[in-house]
T-cell receptor
Framework: DAGVIQSPRHEVTEMGQEVTLRCKPISGHNSLFWYRQTMMRGLELLIYFNNNVPIDDSGMPEDRFSAKMPNASFSTLKIQPSEPRDSAVYFC???????????FGEGSWLTVV | ELKVEQNPLFLSMQEGKNYTIYCNYSTTSDRLYWYRQDPGKSLESLFVLLSNGAVKQEGRLMASLDTKARLSTLHITAAVHDLSATYFCAVDMGGSQGNLIFGKGTKLSVKP
C-alpha cells in the first residue's frame, strides 16, 4: 500500500487567504480522520468520516473550517479565511474499523503569517 | 468526555536503564494503541492492544493493557538512544465508527 497521501506537505500563506489541504486514504480503508497537532494543544481530532459520511465534526474549531469527502479516495480540509492561530500540522489518517490501528499521513505543515 | 492522561510528559533517561510510561483513561474501552513520533515526522503505530490483559513486545518496548484499571503501560528495557521520540497512547472510542482519543504524549530523551 502507498500509505495515506497528503498535500501540500508545507504551506505558508497570508492571513485571510483560503487554504485547502488534501488527503488520499489507503485503498480499502473506510474511515478517514483529520487531526491537528500543535505544541499547546497536542493532537486534536477535527472530524472523521465513515464510508464518506461525516460522523463527528465536533472538533472543528469554527465555521472557518470545513471538510468534505466526495468519494472513498479523496478528502479535503478547507480553512477560509485563515488566521495565524491556525498554524499547525494537519494530519490525515485512515483505517479499516473496528479494532484496527489508524495509519497517519506525513502531515501538512501550515504556517499562516 | 473521555480523558486520556499520560505520565510523565517528559522523561530523560540514561542508556541501559529501564522505565515505564503510564496511560490512564477515564471511560470503558478495551482497545488501546501506542504510537511513536520522531521530531518533524508523522505518527507510527507501535502496538495495538485489543483486550484486557493484552501484552505486546517489540524489541526493547513492551506494552500492556488493564481495562479494569483503565491503564496501559509502555515499558522500556535497557534504553538506547534510538528510542528517543515522543510516545502517544490512544484510546478507541469503540464501535464500528469510533475514533481514537490521544494522550498528550511522553517526550523521551535517552542520553549516553
Amino acid at each position: 500500500d502507498a500509505g495515506v497521501i497528503q498535500s501540500p506537505r508545507h504551506e505558508v500563506t497570508e492571513m485571510g487567504q483560503e487554504v485547502t489541504l488534501r488527503c488520499k486514504p489507503i485503498s480499502g480503508h473506510n474511515s478517514l480522520f483529520w487531526y491537528r497537532q500543535t505544541m499547546m494543544r497536542g493532537l486534536e481530532l477535527l472530524i472523521y468520516f465513515n464510508n464518506n459520511v461525516p460522523i463527528d465534526d465536533s472538533g472543528m474549531p469554527e465555521d472557518r473550517f470545513s471538510a468534505k469527502m466526495p468519494n472513498a479516495s479523496f478528502s479535503t480540509l478547507k480553512i477560509q479565511p485563515s488566521e495565524p492561530r491556525d498554524s499547525a500540522v494537519y494530519f490525515c489518517a485512515s483505517r479499516r474499523p473496528p479494532g484496527n490501528t489508524i495509519y497517519f499521513g506525513e502531515g501538512s505543515w501550515l504556517t499562516v503569517v | 468526555e473521555l480523558k486520556v492522561e499520560q505520565n510523565p510528559l517528559f522523561l530523560s533517561m540514561q542508556e541501559g536503564k529501564n522505565y515505564t510510561i503510564y496511560c490512564n483513561y477515564s471511560t470503558t474501552s478495551d482497545r488501546l494503541y501506542w504510537y511513536r513520533q520522531d521530531p518533524g515526522k508523522s505518527l507510527e503505530s507501535l502496538f495495538v492492544l485489543l483486550s484486557n490483559g493484552a501484552v505486546k513486545q517489540e524489541g526493547r518496548l513492551m506494552a500492556s493493557l488493564d481495562t479494569k484499571a483503565r491503564l496501559s503501560t509502555l515499558h522500556i528495557t535497557a534504553a538506547v538512544h534510538d528510542l528517543s521520540a515522543t510516545y502517544f497512547c490512544a484510546v478507541d472510542m469503540g464501535g464500528s465508527q469510533g475514533n481514537l482519543i490521544f494522550g498528550k504524549g511522553t517526550k523521551l530523551s535517552v542520553k549516553p
